[in-house]
């Protein structure tokens, strides 16, 4: 998965399509994400021990990693993810339409 947590994203499909967000969370066994602001689902919560807030609440939902693309740093829009090997060997993950490390 080339989604990672802190990743600036766009959805790509769903009824959020469009909205971009920061990925809270990634779950790669999964490979779903969850995105702050993005696929919000209200939930009735009961009262429980350690549960300040109860009555009815917004949660983020996952969603699948497949329908995010990650934002280039360059120019603000939706791109592929790359990898490269720097000059010690380790792995780096590359903007595909510029050429950015991410």
Same mark, same amino acid.
């Given at each position: 998965?080339?989604?990672?947590?802190?990743?600036?994203?766009?959805?790509?499909?769903?009824?959020?399509? *469009?909205?971009?967000?920061?990925?809270?969370?990634?779950?790669?066994?999964?490979?779903?994400?969850?995105?702050?602001?993005?696929?919000?689902?209200?939930?009735?919560? *009961?009262?429980?021990? *350690?549960?300040?807030?109860?009555?009815?609440?917004?949660?983020?939902?996952?969603?699948? /990693?497949?329908?995010?693309?990650?934002?280039?740093? /360059?120019?603000?829009?939706?791109?592929?993810?790359?990898?490269?090997?720097?000059?010690?060997?380790?792995?780096?993950?590359?903007?595909?339409?510029?050429?950015?490390?991410?």
């Amino acid at each position: 998965m080339k989604v990672r947590k802190g990743d600036r994203v766009r959805v790509l499909s769903g009824k959020d399509r *469009g909205k971009e967000g920061e990925v809270m969370f990634a779950f790669p066994t999964e490979e779903t994400v969850i995105v702050d602001g993005v696929n919000i689902a209200t939930k009735h919560q *009961g009262p429980r021990q *350690g549960i300040m807030q109860t009555g009815i609440i917004d949660k983020e939902m996952p969603i699948k /990693a497949s329908n995010v693309a990650v934002i280039s740093p /360059a120019d603000g829009r939706p791109t592929r993810v790359g990898y490269r090997f720097d000059t010690d060997g380790r792995k780096i993950r590359v903007c595909r339409r510029t050429g950015v490390d991410l």
